[in-house]
C-alpha cells in the first residue's frame, strides 16, 4: 500500500461544482503539501500544513480551501471549481526530523473540470 | 523574482552519460534539490545539495555551485527506464521548494 494516498485518483467535473480531494498518510510526517502540476510549468505549491494547528497559504491558494482532520489527514477542497483548475494535483509530506527536506508524494488527483 | 530554468527536453542513447543543467534563483537558498517524475506517476527523490561539490549516488550524481546558483544531474550507463522528467527543486529562505517545469529526457536504444 502506498504511504501517501490520494482520493479519487481522476475526476471530471462541471464548473461551479465543489469537489474535494482527500490525503492520507501512513508515514507519521507532521508536514503535508498540496502541489498542482500543470504541463509546461513546475509544482506549484497551493497550501500547506506544519500540524493539525498550523495551516499556511502557498503561491496559487486563490479559489482553494484545505482542512487538517488529523495529523495523517489533509484535504484540498475546490468550492465552486473553473476550467483553469484542471490540472494534475499532488499531495506530499516531510518529515520535520529529517535534514533533506524530502518530500514524499501521494500519486496524484487528475481533476478535469468542464 | 524566484526562478528556476533547465531545460524543456533531451534525448540520449541508451548506455551513454546525460548531464541535465539547472540554473536557480531564489530568495536565500537552503539546498537544491533532483526528482525523478515518470509520465502519470509521482515525483521521487533524487538528491540533495547544500554544499558545492559533487554527490555520487549509483548511476546518477548530482553536483551544486551556490556562487554560480548552478547544479546538474548527471545520469551514467544510460537505460530505458530512465526516460522520465527530471525536476530541479531549490529551497528559499522560508524553507520553500520552489521548482522548474522540469526536463524530459528521452532514451533512445
Known amino acids: 500500500d502506498a504511504d501517501v494516498t490520494q482520493t479519487p485518483r481522476n475526476r471530471i467535473t462541471k464548473t461551479g461544482k465543489r469537489i474535494m480531494l482527500e490525503c492520507s498518510q501512513t508515514?507519521?510526517?507532521?508536514?503535508m503539501y498540496w502541489y498542482r502540476q500543470d504541463p509546461g510549468l513546475g509544482l506549484r505549491l497551493i497550501y500547506y500544513?506544519?500540524?493539525?494547528?498550523?495551516?499556511n497559504k502557498g503561491e496559487i491558494s486563490d479559489g482553494y480551501s484545505v482542512s487538517r482532520q488529523a495529523q495523517a489527514k489533509f484535504s484540498l477542497s475546490l468550492e465552486s471549481a473553473i476550467p483553469n483548475q484542471t490540472a494534475l494535483y499532488f499531495c506530499?509530506?516531510?518529515?520535520?526530523?529529517?535534514?533533506?527536506?524530502?518530500?514524499?508524494f501521494g500519486e496524484g488527483s487528475r481533476l478535469t473540470v468542464l | 523574482g524566484q526562478n528556476i530554468d533547465q531545460p524543456t527536453e533531451m534525448t540520449a542513447t541508451e548506455g551513454a552519460i546525460v548531464q541535465i543543467n539547472c540554473t536557480y534563483q531564489?530568495?536565500?537558498?537552503?539546498?537544491l534539490f533532483w526528482y525523478q517524475q515518470h509520465a502519470g506517476e509521482a515525483p521521487t527523490f533524487l538528491s540533495y545539495?547544500?554544499l558545492d561539490g559533487l554527490e555520487e549516488k549509483g548511476r546518477f550524481s548530482s553536483f551544486l555551485s551556490r556562487s554560480k546558483g548552478y547544479s546538474y544531474l548527471l545520469l551514467k550507463e544510460l537505460q530505458m527506464k530512465d526516460s522520465a522528467s527530471y525536476l530541479c527543486?531549490?529551497?528559499?529562505?522560508?524553507?520553500?521548494?520552489?521548482w522548474g517545469a522540469g526536463t524530459k529526457l528521452i532514451i533512445k536504444p
Open positions: 508515514k507519521g510526517h507532521d508536514r
Open positions: 527543486a531549490s529551497m528559499d529562505s522560508n524553507y520553500q521548494l520552489i
Open positions: 506530499a509530506t516531510s518529515d520535520l526530523k529529517r535534514d533533506t527536506g524530502e518530500l514524499f
Open positions: 531564489t530568495s536565500g537558498f537552503n539546498g
Open positions: 500544513s506544519f500540524d493539525v494547528k498550523d495551516i
Open positions: 545539495n547544500v
